[in-house]
């Protein structure tokens, strides 16, 4: 059983274009509505310190959080003419990865981790670093949209010295306008799912909800998570979650389990 005829609301804009795809292939009517733009950080300095930390050999270990904050840094580093210094450095060097999306991500590279968190999320980073001698060594992090605290804060108390970098921003990528009227088509009961893949996609939704002074009532429209992550940023405003795959937190996997739960109604 296909998505055929089902409208499919996708928050996504890194991979749009990958989303709407393997939907059409379903046969499903597609609703494009962007919540969040992903821009490199324009507060270069910091992003370049850190690169040269890291080709300076001064990190026992990184942590990469982000398949997309990997490819950013990889872009700075181009630009700079330190690519090349940057994958070897990267070779050399103790990786710890949240997830498949940087494991991913390094092997466009042609490199692998050292570690894959034993869940893709910063709990889950936690968790596998409490098996890791951190005492008296830096640690480079990549962190996405906002200091990890948690992370930060374990780290140093371990011992670490944590030098974290931030090589990408979040801002708005559809009109207020255009979200509002998403939402009161899926009150409506119009819009049969929608697709979330980054927390602050969730984020920005509720923003608009709050500043419009909106209800929105969830009853007809599953809500689909790509990760645990996702799924718990919308569980904390109250929000539904009818679909998140436990593993393989891919865009195929996600499509796949959206057809089967439609399939199981």
Not at 191 to 212: G, K, M, N, W
Not at 229 to 236: C, G, M, N, Q
Request: glycine content about 6%.
């Amino acid at each position: 059983m296909s998505l055929a005829g089902r409208v499919v609301a996708l928050a996504e804009g890194r991979q749009l274009e990958d989303l709407s795809q393997l939907l059409a292939k379903e046969q499903a009517q597609v609703w494009r509505c962007p919540l969040i733009g992903i821009h490199d950080n324009p507060d270069e300095a910091p992003i370049r310190c850190w690169l040269n930390d890291l080709i300076s050999g001064r990190f026992h270990l990184v942590i990469l959080l982000t398949g997309e904050g990997l490819r950013r840094l990889t872009g700075f580093a181009e630009r700079w003419s330190m690519k090349e210094a940057m994958v070897r450095a990267l070779g050399h060097s103790h990786i710890l990865v949240r997830g498949p999306k940087p494991v991913q991500a390094l092997r466009e590279l042609q490199l692998s981790p050292t570690w894959i968190s034993r869940k893709p999320t910063t709990a889950g980073v936690i968790e596998t670093l409490q098996s890791i001698s951190l005492a008296g060594t830096v640690v480079g992090v990549q962190l996405y949209d906002r200091a990890n605290d948690d992370l930060v804060q374990f780290l140093t108390q371990a011992g670490a010295e944590p030098v974290a970098v931030l090589p990408y921003v979040y801002a708005p990528a559809s009109e207020t306008e255009r979200v509002v009227d998403l939402l009161i088509q899926i009150s409506a009961g119009k819009v049969d799912a929608v697709i979330f893949t980054s927390a602050p996609q969730v984020d920005r939704l509720y923003e608009v909800i709050a500043e419009r002074q909106l209800q929105v009532d969830w009853s007809k429209t599953r809500v689909a998570a790509v990760g645990p992550v996702v799924a718990d940023a919308l569980r904390r405003q109250g929000a539904p979650v009818h679909v998140c795959p436990e593993q393989g937190f891919q865009m195929k996997n996600l499509v796949h389990q959206l057809r089967n739960s439609f399939r199981m109604s």
